[in-house]
């Protein structure tokens, strides 16, 4: 990653200065055309005739392409303005939320999933009362803007996964440095691409020097439906396209960090054994009924997780009792529950197979959960130490 730094007031002034020149190359277009397009009447022989034409197709030529670069200028010129706009905004609004919360020295700093770019006062009261009552409570709830975009998933407007997430890194990054440099408590809560978001600062952090890094007293994580997960995640598997984030939240990491996660959530729990078919079709169904009631769980059924300590990782696993496979069958009016019923005890073990055995591995084994070839932690401290901000190098779609 490398590191860009954003200042709105230098984006409009340049977008001011491209205007002003675009406006005189508009001028000496409109200048030259004249003389460039009025060719005088040709000689009767054809030589002339043809030189003549020649000229004037060459002159038609110059001025539809002169079109194009300042049709290509002002389009440039507006998406600076746009761009402008939406750090502005950005900026205002996390700049506001921080303001808010400078009387205390606790700060839950919450992100949204894709689509969701600020968490409303429901999602913040939900992921108060069931992740954060027990062990981070009094808190001041922060939401935290970030764009949570995944072209086309969210629109064809949307930036691409890759992008939105290093720009989630960036504003995460400058929340949790001003925080922690205030001497407040800091938990940060990512769910689904803003799980990502963390686990990415994470490596960051972890790659500092620990004269730079917030102190472990400081800074905590709690992340939901993790797709980064160690244990299952989706991005943990290789994804065409994903290249960029096929690594795992890191198992060595100084914070005290809770991974929360629901069996059978397709991006938290993937099958370990991708080809399995069954196993597939179950995370498909359980990735539409039950990814996006993550941060709407009841307390009663987080509270009654099973739980695992791996360093200071604390993973948290909530189990499903119904196959997400049979979720179709269940919505057939008076016969589909029982049928359902019937089926899944001859189902599941099926649909295990493709999972990995047990519900934790021990702290020996946790490397062979991971997908083939998925980095665990900091592969390249000198790449992974650039401060997390989007610039070149994004893998291809990105």
Do not use: C
Request: no cysteine; proline share 8%.
């Amino acid at each position: 990653m490398s590191f860009v730094i954003t200042d709105p007031d230098a984006m409009a002034a340049a977008a001011d200065e491209l205007q002003a020149i675009g406006s005189d190359l508009e001028a000496t277009n409109a200048a030259a055309a004249a003389p460039t397009t009025g060719v005088l009447p040709p000689a009767t022989d054809s030589v002339s005739a043809r030189a003549a034409a020649l000229l004037d197709a060459h002159a038609q030529q110059y001025q539809a392409v002169s079109a194009q670069a300042e049709l290509f200028h002002n389009q440039f010129v507006q998406t600076l303005i746009t761009a402008r706009n939406a750090y502005a905004e950005t900026e205002a609004s996390n700049a506001a939320a921080m303001q808010s919360s400078t009387a205390s020295d606790k700060i839950a700093l919450i992100m949204g999933g894709t689509g969701n770019p600020s968490p409303d006062l429901k999602y913040l009261t939900s992921i108060e009362q069931t992740y954060l009552a027990q062990n981070y409570s009094g808190y001041t709830l922060v939401s935290l803007r970030t764009p949570e975009q995944f072209w086309p998933v969210t629109g064809l407007g949307s930036e691409t996964f890759g992008k939105s997430v290093y720009q989630g890194v960036a504003t995460l990054n400058s929340a949790i440095l001003t925080q922690t440099a205030a001497g407040n408590h800091v938990v940060v809560v990512g769910y689904s691409q803003s799980a990502t978001i963390a686990s990415l600062e994470m490596r960051y952090l972890q790659a500092l020097p620990a004269a730079l890094r917030p102190s472990q007293d400081l800074l905590n994580f709690v992340l939901l439906a993790d797709p980064n997960n160690p244990m299952g995640g989706i991005l943990t598997h290789f994804i065409p396209g994903f290249g960029a984030f096929h690594f795992a939240t890191p198992l060595t990491t100084s914070y005290a960090t809770s991974i929360f996660t629901l069996q059978y959530d397709a991006i938290a729990d993937f099958p370990l054994h991708p080809l399995w078919l069954p196993s597939d079709l179950n995370a498909l169904f359980g990735f539409l009924e039950l990814h996006h009631t993550m941060p709407f769980l009841a307390p009663a059924q987080v509270a009654s997780a099973l739980h695992q300590q791996i360093g200071n990782l604390s993973f948290y696993f909530m189990p499903t009792t119904q196959l997400p496979l049979l979720d179709p069958l269940r919505m057939l009016p008076i016969i589909g529950n029982p049928l359902a019923d019937l089926l899944q005890p001859f189902l599941k073990p099926i649909v295990d197979l493709g999972y990995a055995p047990g519900l934790f591995p021990s702290a020996l084994s946790g490397a062979g959960y991971l997908g083939p070839g998925v980095a665990s932690g900091i592969s390249n401290p000198l790449v992974a130490a650039a401060p997390p901000l989007v610039s070149n190098g994004l893998a291809s779609g990105f």
